[in-house]
Each structure stands twice: as C-alpha cells, then as structure tokens.
C-alpha cells in the first residue's frame, strides 16, 4: 500500500506559478514510478507529467516547458512546479504511484492516487 497526500492548490492569476507537493507513505519511495494527472470539470483525467525511480521525466505537449517534475527522495515527495499558469489549466491535480515503475501515461498503469488538490487560474 501507498498513501499519497498533495498540497499546495490554490487559485491565482494567470502567468503566476505554484508548487504542488505529494508527500509519499507505505512503500520504497525511490522505486515508485510517479506521476501527477489533472481533471477539469466535464473532462476526463489526463496525465500531466512523470517521474521515473531512476530519474527520467516525461511531459504532456500542453505544460511542457512550463511546468517541471521532480522529486526529493529523501523526504518521500515528488513536486510539480507550475509557471506561467493559464486559465484551462484550471483542474484538479491527482498525484500518483506506480510501484512497477511501468510505462505508458495512461492513469490505469498506476495503482495508488491522492485525494486531489485544486489549482483555479483566473484571466
């Protein structure tokens, strides 16, 4: 089992930037595959970004070179930087865990999720 807790949603301006954090529980933190998905009102949960145990990252088009993964081992938490924020990526961000260290971006390849945190960008 893994417990996954995020913070750090709030709602600012567009332009402005946040960090959310995921603190992790329960199992090897360094070999857990992480990941943070977000879902707006209406829309289905989509990935966002991913943290590979050994270190490798992966984006969606849509935040890339904006927002950056990563994550501090040593304190069990994986962190999404988000800057120059814009009003669609207004959603709820999930973070989640992936103890196969698997592959894809779909959210059925990980297995354990936080309860959401909510990021509102206003125009």
């Known amino acids: 089992q893994v417990q996954l807790v995020e913070s750090g949603g709030g709602l600012l301006q567009a332009g402005g930037s946040l960090r959310l954090s995921c603190a992790a529980s329960?199992?090897?933190?360094?070999?857990?595959?992480m990941g943070w998905f977000r879902q707006a009102p209406g829309k289905e949960r989509d990935f966002v970004a991913i943290?590979?145990?050994?270190?490798?990252?992966y984006y969606a088009d849509s935040v890339k070179g904006r927002f950056t993964i990563s994550r501090e081992n040593a304190k069990n938490t994986v962190y999404l930087q988000m800057n120059s924020l814009k009003p669609e990526d207004t959603a709820v961000y999930y973070c989640?865990?992936?103890?196969?260290?698997?592959?894809?971006?779909?959210?059925?390849?990980?297995?354990?999720w936080g309860q959401g945190t909510q990021v509102t960008v206003s125009s």
């Open positions: 989640a865990a992936d103890p196969r260290n698997g592959f894809g971006t779909r959210d059925f390849g990980f297995d354990y």
């Open positions: 329960g199992r090897t933190f360094s070999s857990l595959r």
């Open positions: 943290s590979w145990s050994g270190g490798a990252t």
